[in-house]
């Protein structure tokens, strides 16, 4: 297996989905999902070209952020976020992409003001309705986007999600499709410290599909890596 292969491989299948849709292949981030990657892997894509990074447990992330392992890309955290966990990465990502209540926006804007610092975040978006995923139902986008707006320290710059696993690719898109919309809703209104421009969609088997429906932010790991 080659990560540079696998990423130069990965970056013209972006590059053909995003001129197929009348879209510039550079509007479109590469997140590169390092789970269980050791750090050599991490700085090998790193070097590689892909955009960031992204991680998914904070205690993983943490360890390998001590071996330098995201130096010379941005940091992003995906996983599921614990409100005890918020003071440790609040500073150390360069976007939390799961922020999925209330109480972690609030959590995470105590921390940032007393870092004197803003947070970049996404909200997660629980598409699916699925009750063993995390974020906020698609119903109170509207109402936690204007929490996020009254609170200071947190700068929310648009969506995430993660939809259902079907076998058939066609009902992954139909979900695709439903979350855009609701970024084009959600763009178009304007709130403090809130700029919706971002919509982190699509993964190793999904990716394509989920720029087509309109994804910015592809998070990526099996396909770079190979499989885990
Ligand atoms: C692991 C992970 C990915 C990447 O999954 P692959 O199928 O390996 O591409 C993307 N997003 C999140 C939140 C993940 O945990």
Same mark, same amino acid.
């Given at each position: 297996m080659n990560i540079a292969d696998n990423i130069k491989r990965v970056r013209e299948n972006i590059a053909e989905t995003a001129i197929k849709c009348g &879209?510039?292949?550079?509007?479109i981030t590469l997140v590169a999902?390092?789970?269980?990657?050791p750090v050599h892997y991490i700085q090998q894509a790193i070097l590689a070209g892909v955009d960031a990074v992204g991680e998914n447990r904070v205690q993983e992330m943490l360890e390998k952020h001590s071996h330098s392992a995201y130096e010379g890309a941005p940091l992003h955290y995906i996983g599921h976020l614990q409100s005890n966990k918020v003071s440790k990465i609040v500073g150390v990502c360069d976007l939390i992409e799961s922020v999925s209540s209330t109480s972690l926006i609030s959590a995470i804007g105590k921390k940032a003001v007393s870092m004197g610092i803003n947070q970049n975040c996404l909200i997660e978006v629980n598409i699916g309705r699925e009750p063993q995923k995390s974020g906020i139902l698609p119903e109170q986008l509207d109402e936690v986007l204007e929490f996020a707006a009254n609170t200071a320290g947190i700068h929310v710059l648009g969506l995430m999600a993660i939809p259902p696993i079907f076998d058939v690719s066609e009902k992954s898109c139909n979900y695709f499709d439903i979350i855009f919309k609701l970024f084009v809703d959600m763009r178009a209104k304007k709130y403090d410290? *809130?700029? *919706? &421009?971002l919509l982190s969609m699509g993964m190793s088997d999904s990716y394509v599909d989920a720029i087509l429906a309109g994804s910015n932010m592809v998070r990526i790991g099996s396909a770079l890596f190979g499989e885990r």
């Open positions: &879209r510039n292949p550079e509007d999902a390092s789970k269980t990657q410290n *809130v700029s *919706v &421009r």
